[in-house]
């Protein structure tokens, strides 16, 4: 059975993807979508939603959600009805300037990770097969302090706020997986990274040279967002372990096909885990519902 076939399997399945306008969520979601699973775009442009669905086509809902205000991420959880087959924690931001969410985190940390935590936390009971979150091998070498995690103590630039919030998102993710097994829950949490994607995470107003320079470079060596998307598919379609980080095979994990990845020692610490979920808890208010 060939990828296409092993996804089209899951046709009628229900499928929440976050960011899915643009990038990865969106390749992931039309890739659901054309496959036949029944897909919410949780979206911040809900106009931009709407016309993503219909060039899709399928069975897709559009539900407004903007991971760095977590009142919005309350109100898409009211708002969602019914079971949850798969979440797909895939919408993040690269914090090109030192900014703040609504409610006053850091915007790497905030968005990256407060906001699919709590989503996950407030969706849990609901979802009965996967939750599947998108980090980053830019995890590798990063630091992360529960205690500064709007780096107040340490100084601030956009690749180490970038890198330290996929470090919180893969310990994160540990920790869930310990979770889902201790509660014997048939629900399974895995984690992947797409590879360098040639993807709009730098078009930004400021950085019209550097976006083209980086735009440019990515089209040779990096994975357009269709192959960055099938690490997130391949979580879906493979009989792979519970906790999986999956990655991409080829030289430097730039790009290539999907495959199963080792992680920094950091991401494999479950006390450090333990302190990142309870700091999660106690900020966004949400907790463990199982």
């Not at 442009?45 to 903007?66: K, N, Q, S, T, Y």
């Not at 309350?74 to 090109?96: C, K, M, S, W």
């Not at 979150?133 to 780096?151: K, M, N, Q, T």
Request: proline share 5%; charged share 20%.
């Amino acid at each position: 059975m060939d990828e296409n076939e092993k996804l089209t399997a899951l046709a009628g399945r229900r499928a929440v993807v976050t960011g899915a306008t643009n990038g990865l969520g969106m390749a992931t979601a039309r890739a659901l979508a054309v496959a036949g699973l029944r897909v919410v775009l949780a979206v911040r442009d809900v106009e931009l939603g709407m016309r993503r669905a219909h060039e899709f086509g399928g069975d897709c809902e559009v539900i407004h959600l903007d991971l760095a205000d977590l009142a919005s991420v309350r109100q898409f959880t009211e708002q969602l009805d019914g079971p949850i087959d798969y979440l797909i924690n895939n919408a993040g931001v690269f914090p090109h300037q030192h900014r703040t969410t609504t409610d006053g985190f850091e915007l790497g940390i905030g968005t990256n990770f407060f906001g699919p935590f709590a989503l996950t936390n407030l969706l849990l009971p609901r979802i009965t097969r996967q939750i599947v979150s998108v980090a980053s091998d830019a995890h590798r070498g990063a630091r992360i302090d529960p205690d500064d995690l709007d780096l107040v103590r340490a100084s601030w630039s956009p690749p180490r706020a970038y890198a330290r919030s996929k470090l919180a998102v893969m310990v994160w993710g540990l920790e869930l997986d310990r979770r889902l097994r201790a509660a014997s829950s048939p629900v399974s949490a895995m984690l992947t990274t797409p590879g360098w994607v040639a993807s709009n995470i730098s078009n930004k107003p400021h950085l019209g040279v550097a976006h083209r320079a980086v735009q440019g470079a990515a089209s040779r060596f990096a994975n357009d967002v269709d192959a960055g998307a099938e690490t997130t598919l391949y979580c879906l379609t493979e009989p792979i372990a519970p906790g999986s980080y999956v990655g991409v095979d080829g030289l430097w994990a730039l790009r290539g096909k999907p495959v199963l990845f080792g992680r920094s020692s950091v991401a494999c610490d479950f006390d450090l885990a333990a302190r990142l979920w309870a700091k999660g808890e106690e900020l966004t208010g949400t907790s463990w519902p199982l």
